[in-house]
């Protein structure tokens, strides 16, 4: 199956601080996510982003499909950032999603 | 926006003792999921449902079944919990088409304690 790798694994930052956060897939995909759990354990979606490039407020995504990566980049960080930051794939015909093992944020006040 | 919930947010149960978790979704999502979450390991795949009464294994799949008696509903069993089922499990919808296509929505997730 497809191997998805995040790094880095863990990330302290101060706040205010900007980062960027790296997936690598294995395979070709249809579908890329990024997800970011908080630390009481909620999942929360912040992109679907299979190819090209999103952005929604301090965060954005970028998805280059044919060298198989995606960034996730947060500016400005706040405590609030922290948590694992999830990048998950679909390769080719399987319908189901495949999550990297995750980066650890901590963003100290 | 849609919700997952689900019905237990901590549980301790026995070795041996038959467990339920149930996950149950608003926006009547086709595709239902359910994960567990273990440090250093991710989020792996127990199984997955794409229709009522329909089920796939994912890449977990020993020790667990599942049951999709409605669409708005999908239940993992764990029909004799072990201690190596300690786990989170995560439950999770998605549409397979239009907007937000196959963009997952989790449950707040369960965590399960088997001593």
């Known amino acids: 199956g497809i191997q998805v790798e995040q790094s880095p694994p863990d990330l302290i930052l101060q706040e205010g601080a900007n980062s960027t956060l790296r997936c690598n897939f294995s395979d070709s995909v249809n579908n890329l996510q990024w997800f970011h759990q908080n630390p009481w354990g909620q999942l929360i979606n912040l992109f679907y982003?299979?190819?090209g490039t999103k952005q929604n407020g301090r965060l954005s995504a970028t998805t280059v499909a044919t060298e198989r990566y995606s960034l996730l980049y947060i500016s400005s960080s706040q405590t609030t950032d922290s948590g694992v930051y999830f990048c998950?794939?679909?390769?080719?015909?399987?319908?189901?999603?495949?999550f990297g093992s995750g980066t650890q944020l901590i963003v100290l006040p | 926006d849609v919700k997952v919930t689900q019905s237990s947010r901590y549980l301790v149960k026995r070795t041996g003792e038959k467990v339920f978790l149930e996950c149950v979704q608003d926006m009547d999502h086709e595709n239902m999921f359910w994960y567990r979450q273990d440090p250093g390991l991710g989020l792996r795949l127990i199984y997955f449902?794409?229709?009522?009464?329909?089920?796939e294994k994912g890449d977990i799949p020993e020790g667990y079944s599942v049951s999709r008696e409605k669409k708005e509903r999908f239940s993992l069993i764990l029909e004799s919990a072990s201690t190596n089922q300690t786990s989170m499990y995560l439950c999770?919808?998605?549409?397979?088409?239009?907007?937000?296509?196959?963009?997952?929505?989790f449950g707040a997730g369960s965590r399960l304690t088997v001593l």
């Open positions: 449902s794409y229709d009522v009464k329909m089920k």
């Open positions: 999770a919808s998605s549409s397979p088409g239009g907007r937000g296509a196959n963009v997952l929505t």
């Open positions: 982003i299979p190819s």
């Open positions: 998950a794939v679909v390769e080719g015909s399987a319908r189901q999603l495949t």
